[in-house]
């Protein structure tokens, strides 16, 4: 796939017409929904039928359900993400015609002309982070706009047009789109290797968040004190300040004592968590819904964004307190005979160790079964012996096989790799190479108290309802 090197940008106004390939994508849908709120001809195809879609469809984008040369119709402007392959008939097309193709992060950066940019990124957390900041700000009143790699819980969509001056958006370092964003604000909340099949090396991939953290435009770095990655990170920036090279305020935040935004006093109960925010003199208790500890970080961030841009303190504290979710993040797909199942998109080993320790902390007296389904048969290669050390946080883990997406398989590398390598006696582990046949190898294994959970940022999301399905069929032949 590569990196993306930073374009100039076009105003959206310039871009007339414009189609989107893939336009139901969590990177894409919210772009979409907020050319399409600003006025501009929208029309997209994805290839297959989405909520999203359908949305988008309601704002008055035209779309298509497949990809064909013939639906870009009059379109100006053609926005692709670097999953579209390049014999896509509709890419081609676009090739063929002269018209004007797009990276999905210059469409994005193009919003950010004119507005107050807030870019957040992070190898983990980007998008409860992204949501957490947006929904704050919109609580508080600055009714920002924002485009977010996930839906908020309720909405139908990623994105949304505001009034006020502040665009909030996900930052993807995957391919280096981060790059792109000409951000008055940037947040880091972690830096830990992963996408070398883009970076080559785990030094690349840092030295490409120094750019982002240093950009020309930037007047506010946002980064976390506890991640080693970030601290290292925020040493080499203020190494730049120092050396007279960038000019911006830095704000950490975390538990660390040396933390700026220091979080402290921190409980969990169930799927939630009270804890205290300190900034100087201002600051007191937070409790969040959604589980981990990873969360309280997120909020920890969202809360020295928004303080920053002059939302009061205790408004701030008491829209986290709200804050309910986005799609696909630990999300609560539906609960059967006290079977909890719930649906998470996690795919790296950190992310996954976190999401089960959440699991974990969430379950009560019951057990945790995850469904796991590897993501890129790059990354399974490269981080099969970690993930295989994530999933030993469960009870029971039931591995899928691997979901390539944009990639062609690779020789040997497969899911069973990573169910191979569980330690024995941690996780019970089954091998599912049949993605039809999981949702009702996880119902075999769940039973009362115990919290399910779809674990990947492929396919394995369609498991989840499969599974509550399976367990209600069971449970209305019990009866």
Known sequence: ?????????????ELGPVHFIAIGGSGMNGIAT??????????????????????LEAHGARVHVGHAAEQLGDAETVIASSAIREDNPELAEARRR????????????????????????????????????????????????????????GASTGGHLGGGDVLVVEADESDGSFLQYPAEIAVVTNVDPDHLSNWGTAEN??????????GERLRLLVISADDPGAVTLTAQVRAAQQAGEVDLEVVTFGTSPTADVRITDTGFAGTGSA???????????????????????NAAAAYAVATWLGAGDADVRAQLTGYGGTY?????VGTVDGIRVFDDYAHHPTEVLNTLIAARTGVGEGRVVVCFQPHLYTRTRDFWRELAAALEQADAAVVMDVCGDREDPLPGIDGAMVADAVTPGTAHVTYEPVWDAAAGTVADIARPGDLVITVGCGDVTKVAPL???ELERRSAERR
């Open 1 to 13: 796939m590569g990196l993306i090197e930073p374009v100039e940008l076009t105003k959206p106004s």
């Open 34 to 55: 907020v050319l399409a709120e600003l006025g501009v001809p929208v029309s997209g195809s994805d290839r297959q039928d989405s909520k999203y879609l359908r949305a």
């Open 98 to 153: 002269g018209l004007r193709i797009l990276h999905r992060s210059a469409a994005l950066g193009s919003l950010m002309l004119d507005r107050r940019g807030v870019a957040v990124a992070g190898t983990h957390g980007k998008t409860t982070t992204t949501a957490m900041i947006s929904q704050v700000l919109t609580g508080c009143g600055l009714d920002p706009s924002y485009v977010i790699g996930g839906a908020l819980t």
């Open 205 to 214: 991939y840092a030295a490409g968040f120094l750019r982002f953290a240093t």
């Open 275 to 297: 804890f205290v925010l300190r900034r100087g003199d201002a600051g007191g208790p937070v409790t969040l819904s959604v589980p981990g500890h990873y969360n309280v970080l």
């Open 328 to 332: 696909r993040r630990f999300q609560l």
């Open 467 to 469: 599974i509550v399905a």
